[in-house]
């Protein structure tokens, strides 16, 4: 039987006929230097401790996190957001070891930004690592302070400028906290100390991992008084406004996947840069399926980080940074 040839002026799939025509005409390009490695830090020498909700991601000691961080730059990633497991009897119910100049986050920064004076080291600013009670704020009668633990954080950032970090990534939702800590370290004399905003971020499920990874699981309750509920959007908005108008040079959207509409919007709608989070959870159901021989797991996580730049990320933090530079190369 043959077949008339349709008379068709548009033939989208002209230009998808071979790999080489596919990349000239591609509209979203990933590179390693939008990429942002979260790595957990914890105390001693030598050590290297798996954590089980999520394979291939581990936490080092600071000096093997160093000989990673070398690692990771010679595949083209500088930007390195730093995240400590304290010890339990270092917590305490007002966050104070995260105040201490000697502490393992500090020390940690320094030595990495003598090591490695051209990577950009971020530093979370919240209390949760440092809390008993495992909240981004101090507690009282079951309540979560918002001025009381915004004073604390201003400290914080300060003490974590005074090490060496190159931008302080504020992550408690209390309302305020951006123009405090920009006030802080303004007066401190760390005007060219950068802030990376988490700008709406979401009560999600999809932390277990990161919580499990420093042991900051709440000790009652949840964290839905003060993190954002994942039904809004035009609340974003307004948090990242708020943010911005308060000091905040990059605005974040966290968890990412779900929340690809939440980064547009906010991409339309802000003029400084857009990060997205890719959290553990996101991850570690990726590890999960592919351990399962549910789907591919490579081809799954360039999907996915190419979805989260096609919403309108700037950059992304991402557990997969290293093994996607890798993919890109």
């Known amino acids: 039987m043959k077949l008339t040839q349709r008379p068709l002026t548009h033939r989208p799939r002209r230009l998808r006929k071979s790999s080489a025509l596919r990349e000239l005409i591609a509209e979203t390009h990933l590179s390693t230097s939008e990429l942002i490695w979260p790595v957990f830090v914890t105390g001693g ?3 290297q401790e798996k954590i089980n909700s999520m394979p291939g991601v ?5 000096d093997l996190l160093a000989k990673e961080i070398g690692a990771a730059m010679k595949l083209g990633i500088h930007s390195f957001a730093l995240f400590p497991a304290i010890e339990s009897k270092l917590k305490d119910s007002h966050g104070r070891e995260s105040l201490n100049p000697n502490g393992l986050l500090p020390t940690t920064v320094k030595m990495l930004k003598d090591k490695f004076p051209d990577a950009n080291i971020i530093t979370d600013v919240a209390l949760d690592p440092y809390s008993s009670d495992g909240h981004d704020g101090i507690v ?3 309540e979560i302070l918002n001025d009381e633990t915004v004073e604390v954080l201003a400290q914080m950032a300060v003490t974590q400028a005074r090490a060496g970090a190159d931008l302080v990534a504020p992550s408690d939702m209390m309302d305020g906290r951006v123009g405090a800590i920009r006030r802080a370290l303004d007066q401190e004399g ?3 100390v ?3 905003a988490y700008s709406a971020k979401y009560a999600s499920a999809f932390y277990g991992p990161f919580r499990d990874a ?3 699981a709440p000790k009652f ?3 839905k008084t003060y993190q954002m509920d994942f039904r809004n959007s035009r609340e974003a908005v307004r948090e990242a406004q708020l943010d911005i108008r308060e000091g905040a040079d990059i605005v974040m959207v966290k968890p990412a996947l779900s929340y690809l509409d939440v ?5 339309a709608h802000v003029k400084v840069p857009v990060a997205a989070y890719n959290v553990s959870g996101e991850y570690a159901m990726i590890k999960a399926a592919e351990a399962a021989g549910m789907l591919d797991g490579t081809k799954a996580m360039v999907e996915s980080l190419y979805s989260i730049k096609r919403a309108g990320a700037d950059m992304i933090l991402t557990y997969f940074a290293v093994e996607m530079a890798k993919y890109l190369r």
Not at 58 to 62: A, I, N
Not at 263 to 267: D, F, G
């Open 58 to 62: 581990f936490r080092f000691s600071p």
């Open 190 to 192: 760390f005007t060219q």
């Open 214 to 216: 420093l042991q900051s």
């Open 140 to 142: 009282r009668n079951g």
């Open 221 to 223: 309750g949840d964290k």
């Open 194 to 196: 950068g802030i990376m």
């Open 263 to 267: 980064i547009q919007t906010l991409k």
């Open 45 to 47: 020498k030598n050590s």
